[in-house]
């Protein structure tokens, strides 16, 4: 396995330009299956929420270079700190590199290590790749009533052991 050619690290606000770069490289495939649809520009206020993770209830990684980001991976955790919702996106030029699996052990080590208990991610029923990249990563199918989309689930890799 090759090492990762990118800089892991929180995302800040100073990133908002180059998150909307990567936003605009996205192809409508990959807008569909990260949004649920295809959106042709972010909102300012969503661009700047989405950049200020506060590390309690919003994390977010980046993967960046000198040219810029190309992949996020952020969780919101829910008030009680119990769940929380992940979500990835590597933009296409890196997408099978491994860039999405160290941008994913980075943010659910941290998800970890906060007692995070489940991390549950929400994934269009035909984005195959995010289906077996999420069961790699220990995310199992759970129960959904949505046709369109699959609702997977990983359980805090150290309860069951404490349980034993």
């Not at 495939?29 to 209830?57: I, K, S």
């Not at 999405?100 to 929400?122: F, H, I, P, Q, Y």
Request: hydrophobic content about 45%.
């Amino acid at each position: 396995m090759r090492p990762c050619p990118f800089r892991l690290r929180p995302l800040t606000p100073a990133d908002e330009p180059a998150y909307r770069a990567l936003f605009a490289r996205l192809t409508p495939e990959e807008l569909r299956w990260r949004f649920g649809h295809t959106l042709t520009a972010l909102p300012d206020a969503q661009v700047r929420a989405w950049c200020a993770p506060d590390g309690v209830a919003h994390h977010a990684w980046a993967a960046a270079s000198p040219e810029g980001l190309h992949g996020v991976a952020r969780a919101f955790v829910d008030p009680s700190g119990t769940s929380a919702e992940f979500a990835i996106l590597v933009e296409h030029a890196h997408q099978g590199t491994g860039l999405g699996r160290a941008l994913a052990e980075a943010l659910l080590a941290r998800l970890d290590a906060a007692g995070v208990k489940e991390t549950v991610v929400s994934v269009a029923a035909d984005n195959v790749r995010m289906l077996r990249f999420a069961r790699r990563h220990g995310f199992v199918p759970a129960a959904t009533s949505d046709p369109f989309d699959r609702r997977l689930v990983r359980p805090h890799p150290g309860l069951a052991a404490r349980a034993a």
